[in-house]
Structure formats: structure tokens, C-alpha cells
């Protein structure tokens, strides 16, 4: 089980030591971010830990909230009975009096309880209910956005609620990289040139909006075509002079390049040259991101960038991040019942209702040249 220390320990004597079994996902784990500030707020004094999957923990080691980010690996180091004891063990080597289990998984549970933590606060399905000490009635399926799920388990625990707003950090460095690699992909010029007019001048030094375009998602169903993402790059370049960079994950560059291939106007490929820090920051230096809905939108939400977000198969009610007016979400219904949880449908309809031109008009306002975050700021 790695560790990543995070804040300053907190050790007061008889001090509340908390841990929080956290979520598999990107976006789920910026979802917890208000719950995690609310149980801080609630037990300033106390020692907070959150462990969660290895692709997670990036997103909470700047969290101001947290004194400690534990790896649990269970598709690794942590997996079978053999890896779950190796975990409870390390667990209970930290004394924890008290477990918020914001994920339902049974198998969280009985580390948890192999651990000897005396306080055990999770959402009661039918097998593990009796593991917990309060347990709370689970909402009925597809009811409740992701925030609100957590934060009305930690209402059953007296923890009250201080607000949905994400929380996460990115340093002066990682916006210091952020420009460096926009200006090296050359969407992003150092300096504009002056005018004699005062002001800036044109051509080279000219401000222009850039575009940060996020194609993946976690499957397929909820991927926006290529070739629409390729048509509007286009057209933000024509019709707005835009930047435009396709960024993601290492996994996502071939996405990316066949988007690329089909595009007239070559975007900037920068798949996999960011950690998750360095691309929150990135989304600070852009006039606006377009994104499926997918760890990067929530990101981009959680840093208050200017962003699209694209949904289809799945409910923006549920899963977008919380309204905002930097936040703009299409959504593609045609009456089918969502969420939807195919991985594969013949015909993906539902994102297909959403068309270049409806992104671009959500886009339009943000795109004037020499306004906001630019290709020359």
C-alpha cells in the first residue's frame, strides 16, 4: 500500500483519526472532493486519510483537506483475500477510529472491518449491511447526482454539508508547464508583439483563442464521433482562428492522431505529456475545453474553465459536473432511457443529435479574440 503525505499531520491528542474508502474513477474522485471538505470542517483537529485506486490519488495529493492519500490496488498489490489482509493491516497500523465507506463495494467493507475500525459509516446494501455500524439507506439507483450521494451519507453521520464546489490544486510549476508546452506545440506565442497604436499588435503577436479538445472517455459509448470532433476543429479554425490541441492520456493518442488525420487545420496532439495536475492547469491557459463526459471535464469544472461538456448516454443530472457559468452541457436525448450501460450500441444515436454547429454555439461567446485566456497571454 503506498502512501502519499498531503497536508501537515494533524496530532492532537485524542483527535479523531478518519479514513475515507474513496471511488474508482477520475470524475468520482473530484465528486468527493466537497465531502471530503465537509468532514474536515466538521473534525478540524482530526488526522484525514482517503485511500483509493492508483489512478486516482493524483487528483487528491494537492487536497488541502487531507493529511494522508493510501493505494488501494485491488486489480494489483491489494487484489484476492491475500492482497485485502496486506491492506487491513496497514489500515489498522494507523489507528483509524472512524471509516466513511463512500464506495458500496462489499469487499471495501470487510477490510475495513478486518482492520478493527471501530466506526464503520456506508451506504446498507443486502450483503454488507451487517459490517457496518451506520448504515445508511441506500438512495434508489440513478437518483441522486454523484455529490449529492456522498455528501447525504455524511448528513446520516451529522456532518453537514459546506457546498458542491470541487476542490482541487495545481501549482505555479505545473502552470509554468502548462505554457511551456502550448508555446512549444505552437499554438501559444510567449509574448504578443506591440502595436504602435498601443495595444497588441496583429499577425504573429495577435491574441487568439485556444481550444482544448478531450476525445476519450472511459468506454466507448460515450465518445462524441472523431469526425465531429474533426469538423469543429476545423471550424473553430476557421471560422474563430483558433488554436486548437487534443489532449488526453498516453492511451488516447491514436484516437487523437486519427482525428488529426481527418482535420485540414492539424491540431496539437498533447496525449499523454501531462500528469492530471499539469493538464488541470493547462485548462487554466485556454479560452475554452470541449469534452465527453469524462474525468477531463470535471477536471476542467474543478480548475473553472470555460467548458463544454458532451453527454449522450448518460444524465447530466446525475453526472455533470455542479452548474456553473463556465459550464455549458449538450445533451444528446432521443427518449432512450438513461443512464444507458451498454458498453456498444450499433448505432450511438444519442450523441450523434449533437451536431459541430451546436458546440460551436456554445463556444461562440467565449471565443472573441483578446478576451480571457489566449493563444498569446
Given at each position: 500500500?503506498?502512501?502519499?503525505?498531503?497536508?501537515s499531520?494533524?496530532?492532537?491528542?485524542?483527535?479523531p483519526?478518519i479514513?475515507?474508502?474513496?471511488?474508482n474513477w477520475?470524475?468520482?474522485?473530484?465528486f468527493?472532493?466537497?465531502?471530503?471538505?465537509?468532514?474536515?470542517?466538521?473534525?478540524?483537529g482530526?488526522f484525514l486519510a482517503?485511500?483509493?485506486?492508483?489512478?486516482?490519488?493524483e487528483l487528491?495529493a494537492g487536497n488541502?483537506?487531507l493529511?494522508?492519500?493510501l493505494?488501494?490496488?485491488?486489480r494489483g498489490?491489494?487484489?484476492?483475500?491475500t492482497?485485502?489482509?496486506?491492506?487491513?493491516?496497514?489500515?489498522r497500523?494507523?489507528?483509524?477510529d472512524t471509516?466513511?465507506?463512500f464506495?458500496?463495494?462489499?469487499?471495501?467493507?470487510?477490510?475495513v472491518?478486518l482492520?478493527?475500525?471501530?466506526?464503520?459509516?456506508?451506504y446498507?446494501t443486502w450483503?454488507?449491511?451487517?459490517?457496518?455500524t451506520?448504515?445508511?439507506?441506500?438512495?434508489p439507483?440513478d437518483?441522486?447526482?454523484?455529490?449529492?450521494?456522498?455528501?447525504?451519507?455524511?448528513a446520516?453521520?451529522?456532518v453537514?454539508?459546506?457546498?458542491l464546489?470541487?476542490?482541487?490544486v495545481?501549482?505555479d510549476?505545473?502552470?509554468?508547464?502548462?505554457?511551456?508546452?502550448l508555446?512549444?506545440?505552437?499554438?501559444?506565442t510567449?509574448?504578443?508583439?506591440?502595436?504602435?497604436?498601443?495595444g497588441e499588435?496583429?499577425?504573429e503577436?495577435r491574441?487568439?483563442?485556444?481550444v482544448?479538445?478531450h476525445?476519450g472517455?472511459?468506454?466507448?459509448?460515450k465518445?462524441w464521433?472523431?469526425a465531429?470532433f474533426?469538423?469543429?476543429g476545423?471550424?473553430l479554425?476557421e471560422?474563430?482562428g483558433?488554436?486548437?490541441?487534443l489532449?488526453?492520456?498516453?492511451?488516447?493518442?491514436p484516437?487523437a492522431?486519427?482525428?488529426?488525420h481527418?482535420?485540414?487545420?492539424?491540431?496539437?496532439?498533447l496525449?499523454?505529456?501531462?500528469?492530471?495536475a499539469q493538464?488541470g492547469a493547462l485548462?487554466?491557459?485556454?479560452?475554452?475545453?470541449?469534452?465527453?463526459?469524462?474525468?477531463?471535464l470535471?477536471?476542467a469544472?474543478?480548475?473553472?474553465?470555460?467548458a463544454?461538456?458532451?453527454?449522450g448516454p448518460t444524465?447530466?443530472?446525475?453526472?455533470?459536473?455542479?452548474?456553473?457559468?463556465?459550464l455549458r452541457?449538450?445533451?444528446?436525448?432521443?427518449?432512450?432511457?438513461v443512464p444507458c450501460?451498454?458498453h456498444?450500441c450499433?448505432?450511438?444515436?444519442?450523441?450523434?443529435?449533437?451536431a459541430?454547429d451546436?458546440?460551436?454555439?456554445a463556444?461562440a461567446?467565449?471565443?472573441?479574440?483578446g478576451?480571457?485566456?489566449?493563444?498569446?497571454c
Amino acid at each position: 500500500m503506498r502512501k502519499w503525505r498531503v497536508g501537515s499531520a494533524r496530532m492532537e491528542t485524542g483527535a479523531p483519526r478518519i479514513v475515507i474508502m474513496g471511488v474508482n474513477w477520475l470524475g468520482d474522485a473530484l465528486f468527493m472532493t466537497p465531502a471530503i471538505r465537509a468532514v474536515r470542517r466538521r473534525h478540524p483537529g482530526a488526522f484525514l486519510a482517503c485511500a483509493v485506486p492508483p489512478r486516482c490519488r493524483e487528483l487528491l495529493a494537492g487536497n488541502p483537506h487531507l493529511d494522508l492519500v493510501l493505494t488501494f490496488d485491488e486489480r494489483g498489490a491489494d487484489r484476492g483475500m491475500t492482497g485485502l489482509w496486506r491492506f487491513s493491516r496497514a489500515l489498522r497500523a494507523h489507528r483509524f477510529d472512524t471509516c466513511f465507506l463512500f464506495h458500496r463495494s462489499f469487499t471495501r467493507a470487510v477490510g475495513v472491518a478486518l482492520a478493527g475500525i471501530p466506526r464503520r459509516i456506508g451506504y446498507a446494501t443486502w450483503k454488507r449491511g451487517w459490517l457496518l455500524t451506520t448504515a445508511a439507506p441506500m438512495p434508489p439507483k440513478d437518483t441522486v447526482h454523484k455529490v449529492a450521494f456522498f455528501l447525504n451519507l455524511l448528513a446520516a453521520a451529522g456532518v453537514p454539508s459546506d457546498g458542491l464546489g470541487y476542490d482541487f490544486v495545481s501549482s505555479d510549476e505545473d502552470r509554468r508547464y502548462a505554457r511551456q508546452l502550448l508555446q512549444a506545440a505552437g499554438v501559444m506565442t510567449p509574448h504578443p508583439s506591440p502595436s504602435p497604436h498601443g495595444g497588441e499588435g496583429r499577425g504573429e503577436g495577435r491574441r487568439r483563442p485556444i481550444v482544448a479538445m478531450h476525445a476519450g472517455a472511459n468506454w466507448d459509448l460515450k465518445r462524441w464521433p472523431p469526425a465531429r470532433f474533426a469538423r469543429l476543429g476545423d471550424e473553430l479554425a476557421e471560422r474563430f482562428g483558433a488554436g486548437v490541441v487534443l489532449v488526453g492520456a498516453a492511451g488516447d493518442r491514436p484516437m487523437a492522431e486519427g482525428i488529426a488525420h481527418r482535420m485540414r487545420h492539424p491540431p496539437a496532439i498533447l496525449c499523454g505529456q501531462t500528469t492530471l495536475a499539469q493538464l488541470g492547469a493547462l485548462f487554466t491557459q485556454v479560452a475554452a475545453v470541449v469534452s465527453n463526459d469524462s474525468g477531463p471535464l470535471h477536471l476542467a469544472s474543478a480548475v473553472g474553465a470555460r467548458a463544454v461538456g458532451l453527454f449522450g448516454p448518460t444524465n447530466p443530472v446525475l453526472t455533470a459536473p455542479p452548474p456553473s457559468p463556465t459550464l455549458r452541457v449538450l445533451f444528446g436525448s432521443i427518449g432512450c432511457p438513461v443512464p444507458c450501460y451498454r458498453h456498444w450500441c450499433p448505432i450511438n444515436l444519442c450523441l450523434r443529435q449533437i451536431a459541430p454547429d451546436d458546440v460551436l454555439e456554445a463556444l461562440a461567446p467565449w471565443l472573441v479574440p483578446g478576451e480571457g485566456p489566449c493563444a498569446s497571454c
